[in-house]
């Protein structure tokens, strides 16, 4: 990436300023700025999350928003209440009250003498939500967006639920995140003596908020809070949606540009949950460039022909052999005019015994097999794009799986969209899951996971009033695999993979549910076969990835991760578990160091899916010279056939002295149907 040192306009930078809200609490924002803005107001970007602007995303803001500024915009970095430096109390995800706050700081911003009343608003994960979220309340300086690794949807698509089942590899481990985030202290250098009482404050009310996600197991009016796919018209500022098929939020993104009525444009890499500009697997893009040709048209009126491009632009992968890391991901990019497309259809392969054809045959059901495993190889559900995140050869999953097969595909075959499985199915117990996997099988038999679903089968009906399974009666369901993108290359064949079970994404059901699958004309799947248009041949190359000078760093213990495997074979047990220390740095400007470390372990006999146990750890420490913090959080969850079971403890240090210490233990109930 190319590291910009000189720009149309010099850059003025203000370190730390209180932004008041309208009731007393004061938040914390740093803010890059022309230094002529005051002479000649310019419009403003506001990025507004809970990761702390002095250390948690210091050195990736440091690459963004001085470029903006350096640009001609006010760009600005806002630690939400009760994060980082700003008062107040964090309770929960994108509350009233977040939104509110957003809504405010923007208003603040139209009225500085420097901001000439224009706003944008951008984000990846969090602030992506946000950004949503806040357009949907209309604020009137808003003008556009740019939402990255995002979801209009929260029950369907974030790190809690996946087709209505609990997502056992992210739901805990998320939850155990957030507070040792929430633990960290405010830094002593901006708020003075105040800072310990403010931290004390944060740490008696910061709450375990797994305890209120595990207890809305439905899309109850919790998770339709601030999930704009309820109401698509209230989002009227244009939108800008960018994200990756290996990040968990691709499937938001073709959504959206349906259900949208705004101004809206899309771009999908072959990314994971990162910024184009840096993410893996490449190619990286100048994200930045694209960044400011967007702010330009919508905030500075710049007649540039951003909106005469395709609405969509997205990377299209070739059949690669699978790998656990790419650092490129071969193919290239393609466009669509409009969301959805008006030249592609669905391909129907019906699901027969002697595998996917397009000709349906009625024959005796097949029984699924019943392995509680077949996961293991599936990759990280948040990869962030490290080594050994992405899913390995499928083959020995597709062995514990019910598969179902083409003949090769002698010319080959482009998808871009959902796959969609439709199955008759029975199961012999009032519960059950089912997880689908596409692949791209090889001549040489390896298996590429293009896309992947999961269904909580009592939600087959819907998420909001799940319905429980009358044992051996038939019934219908239908799974909405990932957004993807594949060109399946010449002599390669499709592979659909059912299975009953897809640790460790998915929480088992209390119960081995034994399921049949019967093959004819209601068993089917569904392909979003793309004809190739001729805008594929016709499209500009992006820029260069580049980015302002990063902020100088001093590496103090060196990063490193582990990720393994280990069976217990008398038992039968498999235990995945993932190791990732972050290492120890210092800034060099002011001295503050932070270090991040992390472990999850998830546990599972195979013939019994109560035995299923997450345990997560976390440590963060953040200091300055003799001044020393450490945090230390930890979790349990478990299931009973009636209950989840979690227990959380943490602990809060300063130097060597214990200063808070505080534990969770409860349990909800089990809400099948």
């Excluded at 309770?91 to 977040?98: A, H, I, K, W």
Aim: aromatic share 10%.
């Amino acid at each position: 990436m190319k590291i910009k040192t000189e720009f149309p306009h010099k850059i003025q930078t203000i370190k730390h300023i209180w932004i008041p809200m309208p009731d007393g609490c004061r938040l914390a924002a740093r803010i890059w700025l022309p230094e002529n803005a005051e002479q000649q107001p310019v419009p403003a970007i506001l990025e507004y999350i809970p990761y702390r602007k002095n250390d948690g995303t210091a050195l990736r803001d440091s690459l963004y928003h001085p470029y903006f500024a350096g640009h001609g915009y006010a760009a600005m970095r806002v630690d939400m209440r009760g994060s980082g430096d700003s008062e107040g109390v964090m309770l929960d995800e994108y509350l009233q009250q977040e939104l509110d706050d957003a809504v405010s700081v923007i208003a603040w911003l139209a009225e500085q003498s420097w901001c000439d009343g224009s706003v944008g608003m951008m984000g990846k994960s969090w602030g992506g939500f946000n950004s949503l979220e806040v357009a949907a309340l209309q604020p009137p300086a808003l003008k556009a967006i740019i939402t990255v690794c995002s979801s209009d949807d929260r029950y369907s698509d974030d790190v809690h639920y996946k087709g209505g089942c609990v997502l056992s590899t992210d739901m805990l481990g998320w939850s155990t995140t957030m507070l040792a985030w929430n633990a960290r202290p405010p830094d002593p250098a901006v708020l003075g003596e105040s800072w310990r009482d403010r931290w004390l404050e944060r740490l008696e009310q910061t709450p375990l908020m797994i305890q209120e996600w595990i207890s809305h197991q439905h899309r109850d009016a919790y998770w339709k809070h601030g999930s704009i796919c309820e109401d698509y018209s209230a989002v009227q500022c244009a939108v800008y949606a960018v994200g990756g098929w290996a990040d968990p939020y691709s499937n938001a993104i073709p959504r959206m540009l349906s259900g949208l009525t705004c101004p809206r444009k899309a771009l999908i890499g072959p990314w994971a949950h990162e910024y184009p500009q840096r993410a893996l697997p490449g190619p990286q893009i100048g994200f930045a460039q694209e960044c400011l040709h967007w702010w330009d048209y919508w905030l500075k009126n710049i007649e540039n022909g951003i909106m005469e491009e395709p609405q969509l632009r997205a990377w299209m992968p070739d059949s690669i052999s699978p790998s656990t890391h790419y650092e490129d991901r071969p193919g290239r990019w393609v466009a669509e005019e409009k969301w959805p497309p008006k030249n592609n259809e669905s391909q129907t392969w019906y699901l027969n015994r002697n595998g996917l054809n397009q000709n349906a045959e009625t024959d005796k059901p097949m029984l699924f097999p019943t392995s509680q495993t077949v996961g293991l190889n599936a990759g990280v559900w948040f990869p962030m794009g490290a080594a050994g995140e992405f899913p390995g050869d499928q083959r020995s999953a597709d062995s514990g799986s019910l598969c179902f097969t083409s003949e090769y595909f002698y010319d080959g075959m482009e998808i871009l969209g959902n796959p969609e499985a439709t199955v008759m199915l029975s199961a012999d117990q009032t519960e059950g899951l089912l997880a689908a996997r596409l692949c791209d099988i090889a001549p040489d038999g390896s298996s590429l996971l293009v896309s992947w679903g999961l269904l909580n089968l009592t939600h087959r009906n819907g998420h909001e009033n799940p319905e429980a399974l009358d044992p051996g009666e038939k019934f219908t369901a239908k799974i909405q695999l990932n957004a993807c993108a594949h060109a399946l290359k010449s002599r390669h064949r499709w592979r659909l993979s059912l299975s009953s079970a897809y640790f460790p994404h998915a929480w088992p059901s209390s119960k081995i549910t034994k399921l049949k699958i019967f093959p004819g004309i209601d068993t089917y799947l569904n392909l979003p076969f793309r004809k190739i248009p001729q805008e594929d041949t016709q499209l500009a190359d992006f820029l260069e990835p580049e980015c302002s000078q990063p902020l100088a760093t001093e590496e103090i213990r060196t990063a490193s991760r582990k990720r393994t495997i280990e069976h217990e074979v008398i038992e039968d047990c498999f235990t995945l578990t993932h190791k990732v220390d972050n290492g120890r740095f210092r800034f060099v400007e002011d001295g503050l160091e932070t270090e991040d470390l992390s472990c999850d372990s998830l546990s599972l006999i195979e013939d019994k899916p109560l035995s299923l146990k997450v345990c997560c750890e976390r440590i963060a420490g953040i200091g300055r010279g003799e001044w020393q913090t450490r945090v230390e959080a930890s979790a349990t969850m478990t299931a009973t056939s009636e209950h989840f079971h979690v227990t959380s403890r943490l602990e809060v240090f300063e130097g060597d002295q214990r200063l808070f210490f505080r534990t969770w233990d409860f349990q909800v109930e089990r809400d099948q149907v």
